[in-house]
């Protein structure tokens, strides 16, 4: 009996200066598409202290960069990996990754479902 491939979807919330390098990498190991927003947060650490002339500044949101990918045919070890690997500095405020299985994806243009909707047909 063959398991049913799973849907995922997979929100990583990185430092702006990575998107580039990320979307090389994701390319690279076979996803085909991705949404991207610049979003504003703050985690644990709840934001910092600046000086912006002469004054201290209390910035707790910070600029961030969310990227979110469907995948039904990568796996989803590879993918973790992978934006782990390009957005790990090691410092605080490397972001975060989610992960969701998700029910159902639907191809508006053709109705397919399921993988087939996440599939690329080249098309």
Same mark, same amino acid.
């Not at 929100?11 to 991207?36: M, Q, S, W």
């Given at each position: 009996?063959?398991?049913?491939?799973?849907?995922?979807?997979?929100?990583?919330?990185?430092?702006?200066?990575?998107?580039?390098?990320?979307?090389?990498?994701?390319?690279?190991?076979?996803?085909?598409?991705?949404?991207?927003?610049?979003?504003?947060?703050?985690?644990?650490?709840?934001?910092?202290?600046?000086?912006?002339?002469?004054?201290?500044?209390?910035?707790? !949101?910070?600029?961030?960069?969310?990227?979110?990918?469907?995948?039904?045919?990568?796996?989803?070890?590879?993918?973790?990996?992978?934006?782990?690997?390009?957005?790990?500095?090691?410092?605080?405020?490397?972001?975060?990754?989610?992960?969701?299985? !998700?029910?159902?994806?639907?191809?508006?243009?053709?109705?397919?479902?399921?993988?087939?909707?996440?599939?690329?047909?080249?098309?």
């Amino acid at each position: 009996m063959s398991e049913e491939k799973k849907i995922y979807k997979v929100d990583a919330v990185i430092r702006p200066e990575k998107l580039e390098e990320l979307k090389d990498k994701l390319y690279e190991i076979g996803v085909t598409g991705i949404t991207v927003t610049e979003v504003y947060g703050c985690g644990l650490t709840r934001g910092q202290e600046e000086i912006y002339r002469g004054s201290v500044l209390y910035v707790n !949101l910070l600029p961030k960069i969310k990227v979110e990918i469907v995948i039904y045919e990568t796996p989803l070890d590879t993918l973790i990996d992978t934006i782990r690997g390009v957005c790990n500095t090691g410092h605080v405020g490397d972001g975060k990754i989610f992960v969701s299985e !998700l029910y159902t994806a639907v191809k508006i243009r053709t109705g397919e479902r399921g993988g087939a909707a996440i599939i690329d047909d080249k098309a």
